[in-house]
């Protein structure tokens, strides 16, 4: 598929409203409302967030359009078939099938445990956008930048695909051993203890936020930095509130840990 001037005018408006939206929903996520799911679900709130879906199936509903909506608008595009937008879509694709296939699924949620809808279906739609803006400039011509198979020994690929690694390690740990924290048929919470957590209460998110950091060196887009401000407004926000939980629920939370950058934040 080949893209008219204007269509990719559009697409270069929708990564700048990215970057804008991220602005505004760091502010009203740190400032004023904490998404409603996990610890974080309250009474108070609930008539606004909607009625609640089982957990599980809310993981998969709002990440699969970032794993097969992904897929599909990178098939669309002409580039498509070419080695280095293939290994970038692989990447993106080890990250995304795991998050909605397989992660969901390791989750130790207490059983009937649900999600309010309003969750899931606005990272549904936002997720849709981000697969859209980030798979096009892979393998839309007009939309991509090039990619030859020399961009893959570019020091901004090599650098981009390091820290996505140590990222990709880092955030799969961290979640490992918080579903490791309950035995089975438990449903509490507990003190993350060891490795990162000694440093961190989020190592998850750092993770995270390393993942797509270096997606945005190793693509060196301007939709890749959209994403990871996208990513920092939701998970920064999130972050705060997890170490301030963590704090007021546990009289013995140790007092060195950090929010989310060991040492820094
Ligand atoms: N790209 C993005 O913008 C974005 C946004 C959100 C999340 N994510 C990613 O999605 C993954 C999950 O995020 P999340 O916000 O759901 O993480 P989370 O709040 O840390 O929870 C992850 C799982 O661990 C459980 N858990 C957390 N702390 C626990 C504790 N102290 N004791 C026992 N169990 C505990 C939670 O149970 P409960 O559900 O019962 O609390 C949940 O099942 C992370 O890898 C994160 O990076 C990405």
């Not at 993106?92 to 809808?117: C, E, M, N, V």
């Not at 009289?251 to 950058?261: E, M, S």
Request: charge should be positive.
């Amino acid at each position: 598929m080949n893209v008219s001037p204007v269509a990719a005018q559009w697409h270069h408006y929708l990564v700048l409203a990215y970057l804008l939206a991220s602005v505004l929903v760091f502010v009203v996520l740190q400032f004023f409302i904490k998404a409603a799911y996990g610890r974080h679900k309250g009474a108070k709130t609930a008539w606004f967030w909607g009625p609640g879906v089982p957990t599980r199936w809310a993981w998969m509903l709002m990440e699969a359009p970032s794993a097969l909506g992904f897929a599909l608008i990178y098939f669309l595009g002409a580039e498509a078939w070419n080695l280095a937008p293939l290994l970038l879509l692989a990447m993106w694709q080890a990250h995304y099938f795991q998050r909605s296939f397989i992660f969901p699924f390791r989750l130790r949620t207490k059983p009937g445990d649900t999600t309010p809808l309003l969750v899931p279906v606005l990272a549904f739609t936002t997720n849709l956008g981000v697969s859209f803006a980030n798979a096009a400039i892979l393998s839309w011509p007009g939309i991509s930048r090039p990619y030859p198979p020399s961009w893959l020994s570019d020091p901004r690929f090599l650098f981009g695909a390091a820290l996505f690694v140590a990222g990709y390690y880092i955030n799969r740990r961290a979640d490992a051993m918080l579903a490791a924290l309950r035995k089975p048929g438990e449903s509490g919470y507990k003190i993350p203890r060891g490795w990162l957590y000694e440093k961190v209460s989020c190592p998850n998110y750092l993770g995270e936020l390393m993942i797509w950091t270096g997606w945005a060196i190793a693509t060196w887009s301007l939709a890749g930095l959209s994403f990871v401000a996208w990513t920092a407004a939701n998970l920064i926000p999130r972050a705060c509130a997890n170490h301030r939980w963590y704090r007021e629920t546990f009289p013995d939370y140790p007092a060195n840990r950090k929010v989310l950058i060991p040492g820094l934040l």
